[in-house]
């Protein structure tokens, strides 16, 4: 089983809606979380970091449920900008522990 | 402050052949890593090191090595090119207390 799973996706929205994105981790000892954006053909960037208590920058939000195991992303008000690959990452231990990335979900928002 | 940096972008081998993918990292940061990344497959991390002079296997070691000399360097050999080993080749850094990672614009590597 692999330790990230997403949606599988593609997720296709018109400008203005709101999108939900969820992401399941195996490793209850699982302690930092965040999503990450992947425009096409370019690097990662990290879009948010995930707080136990939810956490909110703009149109963006996450939450977390530990008791399930459990990370979500929602985008309200979608713009054509938010097109993109967004992949849930899980960090398990200390910082000198690895990130495990999920493979991803892909939203293209349309006019 | 140019970040990460990777050469080359793209590359083209035969199979057998080797070569190294630079990266280098003028933050400071004292956590390098490499990640490959199939269609399908996600990132999937190839080595890593917490500093100078250490470095450790990740997920999928086979095939490459890496070394640490310098803080800012942190070069991915590959030792006998296969075709499975096509694939775009991200190399990211960050700070040793800190999980935001900061990826380079990747190496797109064909074998063919």
């Known amino acids: 089983r692999k330790e990230v799973e997403q949606d599988p996706g593609p997720f296709n929205v018109p400008e203005g809606a709101t999108v939900a994105f969820n992401c399941t981790y195996s490793?209850?000892?699982?302690?930092?979380f965040f999503w990450y954006r992947q425009d096409c053909r370019k690097e990662p960037k990290l879009l948010m970091s995930?707080?136990?208590s939810g956490n909110e920058d703009g149109r963006f939000t996450a939450q977390l449920n530990r008791a399930s195991q459990y990370i979500s992303l929602l985008i309200r008000d979608s713009k054509l900008s938010d097109s993109a690959t967004y992949l849930c990452?899980?960090?398990?231990?200390?910082?000198?522990?690895?990130?495990?990335f999920g493979r991803g979900t892909q939203l293209t928002v349309w006019p | 402050n140019a970040g990460v940096t990777q050469t080359p972008k793209f590359q083209v081998l035969k199979t057998g052949q080797s070569m190294t993918l630079q990266c280098a990292q003028d933050?400071?940061?004292?956590?390098m890593s490499w990640y490959r990344q199939d269609p399908g497959m996600g990132l999937r991390l190839i080595h890593y090191s917490v500093g100078a002079g250490i470095t450790d296997q990740g997920e999928v070691p086979n095939g490459y090595n890496v070394s640490r000399s310098t803080t800012e360097d942190f070069p991915l050999r590959l030792l006998s090119a296969a075709p499975s080993q096509t694939s775009v080749y991200f190399c990211a850094s960050r700070l040793l207390e800190a999980y935001e990672q900061y990826f380079g614009p990747g190496t797109r590597l064909t074998v063919t």
């Open positions: 490793n209850s000892a699982s302690q930092s």
């Open positions: 990452v899980v960090n398990w231990g200390s910082t000198l522990g690895r990130l495990y």
């Open positions: 933050m400071n940061h004292e956590y």
């Open positions: 995930v707080y136990s």
